[in-house]
């Protein structure tokens, strides 16, 4: 669940379990350095791994304005038909990004669960929440290999941006079922072959493979129609 997501950064690091990064993501430039490859998933993808440990040093980057015109948070938080009291995760939540949207659609009587394997982005999470005076937001770190979610627990799951970073996706995707109360959704939004930004085009994945991926953990998944410039949204239905 990580911060590993959105752009690249000028260092990269390796995850040394191979780690999901958690859902969540950063868009990463195509010509940052490329870490050592670590095993592949069962599609037989690398994954990307990288760390995003310093939350301050990537604010100015992951919450930047003009990423709005291209993530288009809100169109994203409406296609998840999010109803008022439920509970959310945002797995791989960075500085926290889609929260304040997310705090917004669950309302007063929801919980959003901002989940991250880095400890200072949950640190910042924690702060922001404050801050930003959204009490229903609680910011959690989690483990690399899971969203470290009870059973039945959650309404909806979003993982923006960092799909493609996880490698083991089909050990993950039963553990995101698992999570899912009744009715519950997983909506992944990550980056098209053809984007402009993302990480290199052997690390993207078509939309079709999410798709069967999460089929594949037991979920119903299609391609959701959306007006996003560079990604698309697939949703898994328990």
């Excluded at 949207?101 to 929801?110: C, M």
Aim: with cysteine; hydrophobic share 40%; charged share 25%.
């Amino acid at each position: 669940m990580s911060s590993l997501r959105r752009f690249a950064p000028p260092f990269v690091s390796l995850l040394l379990a191979a780690s999901a990064c958690g859902p969540g993501a950063r868009p990463e430039v195509s010509a940052a350095p490329q870490p050592p490859a670590a095993s592949a998933s069962a599609s037989g993808h690398h994954p990307l791994v990288h760390r995003f440990e310093k939350a301050d040093e990537w604010v100015s980057v992951f919450d930047d304005p003009a990423r709005d015109a291209w993530q288009r948070p809100s169109e994203v938080v409406a296609r998840m038909q999010i109803a008022d009291g439920s509970t959310v995760a945002d797995l791989g939540t960075g500085t926290g990004y889609f929260v304040p949207y997310l705090s917004r659609a669950v309302g007063e009587r929801g919980h959003v669960l901002a989940l991250d394997i880095e400890p200072d982005m949950v640190r910042y999470v924690k702060e922001r929440a404050a801050r930003e005076k959204l009490a229903n937001v609680e910011a959690r770190v989690v483990p690399l290999d899971g969203p470290g979610l009870e059973a039945a627990s959650v309404d909806r799951v979003l993982v923006a941006d960092t799909w493609h970073h996880i490698p083991e996706r089909g050990a993950y995707v039963k553990k995101l079922r698992d999570a899912l109360r009744a009715g519950g959704a997983v909506f992944v939004v990550d980056y098209t072959l053809e984007s402009k930004m993302g990480p290199p085009k052997q690390h993207r994945l078509a939309p079709e493979q999410v798709v069967a991926e999460l089929e594949a953990g037991g979920l119903k998944a299609e391609i959701l129609k959306e007006d996003l410039p560079e990604q698309y949204v697939v949703r898994g239905a328990r």
